[in-house]
Each structure stands twice: as C-alpha cells, then as structure tokens.
C-alpha cells in the first residue's frame, strides 16, 4: 500500500489514498501505521476519499485508533498533496466537523486553513489535587482545554492527561499550555489519542480565541504560536485563519505483516 508522510511544524501525519481503493478496518490499520517503532511512525493516519460536496474528504485517526473530526495541520499537508496534482488557488475538504477550505499561499510549502467560527464553551475549575485549576473549554472543530501559565516548559503534562477523564470530556480532550509572550503566544499541547505533540493546528487556533476573548490579544492581527516543532499563524477575526508550513517527509510502500500472518495462518488451520 502506498503512503506519503508529511508533517506541519512537526505534526507528523502518514497519508494513504483512497480514492480508488477502500480500506476495511482504517482504525487498527492506523494504530499500526501510527508505531514509531514498527510501524511507519507519526501522530496519526489521514485517509483521503472520495466526497460528494468538496475535492476529497479527509478521515484522521489518532495514533490510538480513535478517529479525530479534523486536524489543522493535517488540512494544510492535504493542501500539499493536491497542489502536486492540480494547480489550484484554493480546494475544499469534507471532514467530520463541515467543508473547510485550504487557501495556497505564495511560497510553495505555506497554505492556509479558513478553520470557521469557534465556540467558546465555558470556563470551569477543575479539581486536581486538592486544587482548582482554572481552563476554557472551547470548540475548534473538535474540543480544547485552554490553561494560561506563566512558563509551559514548567508544566505538569500530567495533568493534561487527568483532564481526559473530567466528567464534561466524555471524548477525551486536546490540553493547550499558553503562555503570552512579546512576540505572541508560546503553546505546548496534550492531544488526545497521541499524547504530547510538537504542535497542533487547531490547538494554536483555541489558544489564540481565547486570548482574544480574555483581551489579551487584539481581533483581527496575525498571531505567532510558537510549539515545539516550529511557528504557525492564527488570525481571529469572525472566522479562524490558520497559516503555516506543509513539508513532504517521504513516501513508500507499507506491507501490514500482522495482516499477511494473519491470512496465512487462517489458510493454514483450515
């Protein structure tokens, strides 16, 4: 089967086309591929078919199998892969949340996610500990925990992890660490299903909508996040506007081994 790796500012994603061909089980197929250390390695697996409404649709699973609504940085790299096969000035991906838009920027490697309107949710203590610990639930297509810190590299990344099973999370949750800096926003981010990423898209979206909520950050500015794996743009105004880099890893031909023993050794038995 053959497969692309990209990654959006060390967001790594393995890609698998299926527009012509249809995957059986994409959840355990995903939690294979997913393997960093038998398997191909990544944050997950995006599978792309075909869609009625938008040039492809997009089905993301977490490293874990669980299957994720949509994935910013994800939508970039898909913008990269089908800027190779047609030149165009925008294109439109089916996901689990609605049609998102991928806008091509200048340089070749730099696109742009018009990711819609977010929904603040509420903001809520939480006890941990024998302490409340203060977040904002917001919606960017799929659920974040915002916590404002002083110093995201003193954080316990721990309690990202006991957030995932806090009553209102019943999906489990992605946690954002911000922390306002001169230069923007500096963020790290617990993504459910994978554990600690270099960076998320939507992540650095839920950072910035609730900053510009609390007036820590003006409406309608482009913001720089920094995260681990490298900067991304986000500029609030009615819509999210999610700009960074798409960067092609490799590609190659992935052989499933547990799936050919297992064909093998049904053929055997019988």
Not at 48 to 67: H, K, P, Q, T, Y
Not at 147 to 170: C, E, G, P, R
């Amino acid at each position: 089967m053959r497969f692309e790796k990209l990654h959006g500012a060390g967001n790594d994603y393995i890609f698998v086309d299926c527009l012509d061909n249809g995957i059986d089980d994409m959840s355990v197929l995903a939690q294979r591929m997913s393997d960093r250390h038998f398997g191909v390695g990544g944050d997950g697996v995006v599978f792309l078919c075909r869609s009625a409404v938008a040039d492809v649709r997009m089905r993301m699973f977490n490293a874990d199998g669980s299957e994720g609504a949509m994935c910013g940085n994800a939508l970039r790299c898909i913008g990269k892969i089908l800027s190779g096969r047609c030149t165009k000035n925008e294109y439109t991906v089916e996901t689990n949340s609605g049609i998102k838009t991928v806008l091509v920027g200048n340089c070749t490697d730099t696109f742009t996610v018009d990711m819609g309107k977010p929904h603040l949710l509420s903001r809520l203590n939480a006890p941990m500990d024998g302490s409340n610990l203060r977040f904002t639930h917001v919606s960017v297509g799929n659920p974040h925990c915002v916590i404002l810190v002083d110093d995201v590299f003193k954080v316990d990344m721990a309690v990202a992890q006991q957030l995932q099973t806090y009553s209102i999370f019943t999906g489990g949750v992605n946690v954002e660490f911000v922390q306002r800096t001169d230069y923007g926003l500096r963020v790290r981010v617990y993504e459910r299903g994978s554990g600690e990423t270099l960076s998320c898209g939507t992540g650095a979206c839920a950072a910035v909508v609730v900053c510009v909520k609390m007036g820590l950050l003006p409406r309608g500015v482009d913001v720089s996040v920094h995260l681990l794996g490298g900067v991304l743009t986000v500029n609030y105004s009615e819509n999210i506007y999610l700009t960074g880099k798409a960067e092609k890893v490799y590609e190659g031909d992935y052989y499933d081994k547990v799936h050919f023993c297992d064909r093998w050794c049904s053929k055997r038995t019988r």
